[in-house]
């Protein structure tokens, strides 16, 4: 059991724009910033975004993360076959002394 | 170029002791923490702990106190993870991640190393 929420699975096809939801709690989501990472299959995940909607340089604009609350999302517009991927979401969380928390990922299809 | 090199893939016996690597290069290895993280098969990612080079300032995860020992050498540029007892369940692919930051502050994992395969079995 993770301690971010993350659905399960996403879909879209080919050009559309997709949302993936976290969700977590006062002591990491709602007190500190949101990274995204990516996992294509069988290698290391990728910083996606960072500090909630900041992406790293060669990060395409197609991808934006946002937070609110105790919530964030990451919404991939235009949305490619290449990111047919894993996505996790992860915070720092204050009741963990300096330790970081992991959605348990979103597998996203590419129709 | 800034990367992490893990050592590689390692099948044990429940019981035995292993301790694997992580070799930065390409920056200041004393300047940045090394994160250790635990993906177990078909699984998602896990925090397992964090560790300066500057000053071996260690922090291990409340779920991997205990459990695993994190430590540095950096006279050559390697932070380890280490086991004195494998179970089968701690067969999994362990990456070792660099953090954003500095000393007294650190975030997003900006470089991530290759992962090693640990497989435990009788």
């Known amino acids: 059991q993770s301690v971010l929420t993350q659905p399960p699975s996403a879909s879209g096809t080919p050009g559309q724009r997709v949302t993936i939801s976290c969700s977590g709690s006062?002591?990491?989501?709602?007190?500190?910033?949101v990274d995204w990472y990516q996992q294509l299959p069988g290698t290391a995940p990728k910083l996606l975004i960072y500090?909630?909607?900041q992406r790293p340089s060669g990060v395409p604009d197609r991808f934006s993360g946002s937070k609110s609350g105790t919530s964030a999302s990451l919404a991939i517009s235009g949305l490619q076959s290449e990111d047919e991927a894993d996505y996790y979401c992860?915070?720092?969380?204050?009741?963990?002394?300096?330790?970081?928390?992991f959605g348990g990922g979103t597998k996203l299809t590419v129709l | 170029e800034v990367q992490l090199v893990q050592s590689g893939a390692e099948v044990k016996k429940p019981g035995e002791s292993l301790k694997i690597s992580c070799k930065g290069s390409?920056?200041?290895?004393?300047?940045?923490?090394i994160a250790w993280v635990r993906q177990m098969p078909g699984k998602g990612l896990e925090w397992m702990g964090i560790?300066?080079?500057?000053?071996?300032?260690?922090r291990h995860s409340p779920s991997f106190q205990g459990q695993v020992t994190i430590s540095v050498d950096k006279s050559i540029s390697t932070a380890y993870l280490q086991w004195s007892s494998l179970k089968a369940s701690d067969t999994a692919m362990y990456y070792c991640?660099?953090?954003?930051?500095?000393?007294?502050?650190?975030?997003?994992?900006?470089?991530w190393g290759q992962g090693t395969t640990v497989t435990v079995s009788s």
């Open positions: 991640a660099r953090p954003l930051g500095d000393r007294y502050y650190y975030y997003a994992m900006d470089v």
């Open positions: 390409g920056y200041t290895f004393t300047s940045y923490w």
């Open positions: 560790i300066y080079p500057g000053d071996s300032d260690t």
């Open positions: 006062s002591s990491n989501i709602g007190s500190n910033t």
């Open positions: 500090s909630n909607n």
């Open positions: 992860a915070a720092w969380d204050d009741s963990l002394n300096g330790h970081a928390v």
